[in-house]
């Protein structure tokens, strides 16, 4: 049984950061592309950013490019995410994904056919 717990968010001031984490337990990720993804009150999930196995392909929506970064330590079998100048509209719940089925260098950024997801952690910024 594979499970991922996020774990980092928390209430910002807009402008602020934030890192969250995404750590598995159960087997290793370190051959998974992993993804975060974001739900804001009475909107869809939304993709955020992603990143291959082998950590050398990134890619993130417009939305917080610039702004986040993806990073990943498969050695902690952990997964992070650096949100620099928050804004009130990335107010959202966070979730990470993993997909086991992708070669070394490639991300996914479809919520369809992710093998596993976390609970959720809460990111409130502040205006």
């Known amino acids: 049984q594979v499970q991922l717990v996020e774990s980092g968010g928390g209430l910002v001031q807009a402008g602020g950061s934030l890192r969250l984490s995404c750590a598995a337990s159960?087997?290793?990720?370190?051959?998974?592309?992993l993804g975060w993804f974001r739900q804001a009150p009475g909107k869809e999930r939304e993709f955020v950013a992603a990143i291959s196995w082998s950590g050398r392909s990134t890619f993130y929506a417009d939305s917080v490019k610039g702004r986040f970064t993806i990073s990943r330590a498969n050695a902690k079998n952990t997964m992070y995410l650096q949100m620099n100048s928050l804004k009130p509209e990335d107010t959202a719940v966070y979730y990470c994904?993993?997909?086991?089925?992708?070669?070394?260098?490639?991300?996914?950024?479809?919520?369809?056919?992710?093998?596993?997801w976390g609970q959720g952690t809460q990111v409130t910024v502040s205006s």
């Open positions: 994904a993993a997909r086991t089925t992708l070669n070394s260098d490639t991300y996914f950024t479809a919520q369809n056919g992710n093998d596993y």
């Open positions: 159960g087997r290793t990720l370190s051959t998974s592309a």
